[in-house]
């Protein structure tokens, strides 16, 4: 018997776990004392396992690369060299018929690790010769990202997870922790016991709303206008930090002219909320000695994202909430190792450590020391916009590495109907995903626990997870089947270790350049910038009120609500929201293949409706309902709730059956093309 230091694979709260092994078989999980979890686990650390043990619950590991020749045939069993061979010629041939940028790849923000998406991403722009590369970040935190980097110039966490716990205010906005990070929302609750004063902004009563000392019950879809009322109190009801506004920001004037007409009386009809409750939120904000802002896909999820990062982070810039301990901005990231996937570069405007493609010294470092003669200047494509560049022709081929976008994103028969008219689909994952189902080649990987590298935790922090037991099949590391393809494509690529690859990508980083794994042993976490080897890494940003843009200082900025895209009416009466579900991460090919989560919540999942419209429907508690809109219709459970709101219903993304992406609608957010996932309109009825 042996134990095995790891990090969880679930959330990005980054706990650190032990997996006991005995005869190349996970007995169990015991929580290890992780700097983010300090010995906690949530269910999914302590059960998230069991899949490794090929227990065949619902869906078989893939275990050998699989071809289908012809559409619409079935899959044949190859070897490896058949594969490799077989990709690497149709993409050479897709490249040379219609350019590289007909060739669409995908980071992981899942199992494979950071050195995984560093190899994926110079795969893409060295070898493809695109900067088609994109990860999950997408459809989670990549308005966070595009915000922040605008305002305070890291598109990250400033502060830490375990310095929730010393802020005296937290504002909880779209932000769900005891469903999506189960350990931060621990952590939310020790802020409580000392002293801290929780507000909570979200249409559904959800957990953290039950300790709240305010709870602010929004309308579905009014972010924008209540974070521009936030700061038109903090303004014009002079409660914000002068002083620091003029020594340490810009944009104040042009900020104040967008929220001026938002006053608290204005916004209680597009919000729903008492214009004295508004208030009361911004006095206590405000008059905390520290406050910090955390958000979630409740924020992320829409149209307007950006924009409601940018007053999230004005807000925190115009009270002096930021450069110190307990304070802060905090989009708290989704996937474990979403982070990661953006920190390595897995998406299509940066370089690692956020180093811009259209920057050209940047692009010509990557080139020297890639040793290839140039590197593409344009903007790629995200995932989101994959589909319509599909049926546009743009796009031929979709290397999809550890995602399941006909599971995670909108529109899935928008979704179904591009995936087929692809010249080549390639997925490598560890299940038979939706997408693997109708895929071209299958190239079957190492799982977490088969394999070891590095994660990025939500806030900024490196963690080395180890390898627990060998691997069955004929599988291979991530990394290992992205060097083959590069070297049949004439590239070679001869890493010998994650180390190797890790250091490489260090040499070319300042921020992650003193992160070294020898740091990282055991227990260690170093949050980036950790620019040389003797610095401790950063547990908060901005110390000295500094900004990382041009001229130091922080950016205030708002802008106009705009209503949500699609509005309820009389054949679609009610708003369709995605949430999450505790005992399942993601796609759920995974936890779906744990038993003891499995047995927690099955399928076909549940639509949370309130008691008032369940009887205006005639629909009783666990009864199978219909879920409709415009885009498809599934059948569900109906979970009667008052802990949803009149007018909307809930549903989790897990489910095969009863999936809700069905239904969902893929508007994006202008700039981080991100789909409006929180805002879809839908009637339910009995079946
Ligand atoms: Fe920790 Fe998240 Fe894993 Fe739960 S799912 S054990 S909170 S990392």
Redesign the pocket.
């Given at each position: 018997m042996k134990k095995v230091l790891t990090?969880?694979?679930?959330?990005?709260?980054?706990?650190k776990?032990n997996l006991v092994v005995e005869n190349n078989k996970i007995i169990r999980a015991e929580?290890a004392n992780g700097v983010?979890?300090q010995g906690?686990?949530?269910?999914?650390?302590?059960y998230?396992w069991d899949f490794l043990n090929d227990t065949k619950i619902l869906t078989p590991r893939l275990t050998q690369p699989l071809i289908r020749r012809q559409k619409g045939g079935e899959f044949e069993a190859a070897t490896w060299d058949e594969a490799i061979e077989y990709v690497s010629s149709r993409l050479a041939k897709i490249k040379a018929e219609e350019g590289p940028d007909a060739i669409m790849l995908t980071g992981s923000s899942r199992g494979p690790g950071n050195e995984t998406n560093y190899v994926m991403q110079k795969f893409a722009r060295g070898v493809v010769g695109t900067n088609n590369i994109d990860c999950c970040a997408r459809v989670c935190h990549g308005p966070s990202v595009a915000s922040l980097q605008m305002t305070l110039g890291n598109g990250a966490m400033s502060n830490s997870i375990n310095d929730i716990e010393n802020t005296k205010c937290i504002l909880v906005f779209g932000y769900n922790a005891a469903d999506s990070?189960?350990?931060?929302a621990r952590r939310i609750l020790k802020a409580k016991e000392n002293g801290a004063k929780i507000i909570v902004c979200d249409p559904r009563y959800i957990e953290t709303a039950r300790i709240a000392d305010l709870w602010l019950p929004l309308k579905n879809g009014s972010n924008m206008a209540l974070a521009n009322a936030f700061l038109n109190v903090l303004i014009n009801e002079d409660l914000y930090n002068k002083e620091y506004v003029e020594r340490y920001t810009e944009g104040f004037d042009d900020m104040k002219a967008v929220i001026d007409k938002y006053t608290p009386e204005y916004v209680e009809e597009i919000t729903g909320l008492k214009a004295k409750d508004i208030r009361d939120a911004m006095q206590m904000y405000a008059s905390a000695p520290s406050a910090t802002i955390l958000w979630g896909m409740g924020v992320t999820q829409w149209g307007q994202s950006v924009d409601v990062i940018k007053g999230l982070s004005s807000m925190a810039l115009v009270t002096g909430n930021l450069g110190r301990p307990g304070v802060g901005v905090g989009p708290v990231r989704g996937q474990?190792n979403v982070q990661g996937a953006c920190d390595m570069g897995a998406t299509p405007k940066d370089y690692p450590g956020y180093q811009k493609v259209a920057d050209p010294k940047v692009r010509e470092k990557f080139a020297k020391a890639w040793g290839v003669t140039s590197l593409p200047d344009n903007p790629g494509a995200t995932i989101t916009e994959v589909p319509h560049r599909i049926l546009e022709g743009k796009i031929k081929a979709y290397y999809v590495m550890g995602e399941d976008p006909l599971q995670t994103d909108p529109d899935l028969s928008l979704m179904r109907e591009a995936l087929s008219k692809l010249d080549l689909l390639v997925v490598q994952d560890i299940f038979m995903t939706k997408t693997a189902s109708v895929a071209d080649v299958i190239l079957p990987a190492t799982s977490w626990g088969e394999h070891e590298g590095i994660y990025s935790?939500a806030d900024r922090g490196f963690q080395h997870f180890e390898k627990a037991i060998e691997p069955t099949g004929d599988v291979k590391v991530d990394w290992e089947i992205i060097s083959l393809m590069s070297t049949a494509l004439g590239y070679p690529m001869k890493y010998k270790n994650t180390k190797e690859i890790w250091d490489e990508m260090r040499v070319l980083c300042d921020l992650y350049a003193g992160a070294t794994y020898e740091k990282m042993a055991g227990l260690g976490y170093v949050q980036w910038p950790c620019p040389t080897e003797d610095h401790p890494g950063t547990p908060y940003l901005y110390k000295g009120n500094k900004f990382d843009r041009p001229n130091g200082k922080g950016l205030l900025a708002s802008a106009d609500w705009i209503p949500p895209k699609e509005q309820i009416n009389e054949e679609y009466p009610m708003v369709l929201c995605t949430v999450r579900e505790v005992g399942h991460?993601s796609c759920r090919s995974m936890t779906g293949n744990c038993r003891p989560l499995q047995t927690l919540a099955d399928e076909p999942g549940y639509v949370q409706i309130n008691p008032f419209d369940a009887e205006r429907l005639g629909i009783k508690d666990q009864a199978l309902v219909w879920v409709e809109s415009r885009r498809g219709k599934v059948i569900t459970r109906a979970n009667v709730t008052p802990r949803a709101n009149k007018g909307a219903v809930y549903m989790t993304y897990q489910w095969w059956i009863g999936a809700c992406n069905e239904l969902t609608l893929d508007h994006l957010d202008p700039i981080s093309r991100t789909p409006e996932y929180k805002h879809s309109a839908v009637k339910v009825y009995s079946i």
């Open positions: 990090v969880c694979p679930y959330c990005a709260s980054g706990c776990l929580g983010t979890n906690e686990l949530c269910l999914k650390g302590y998230g990070h189960p350990i931060v474990n935790s991460y």
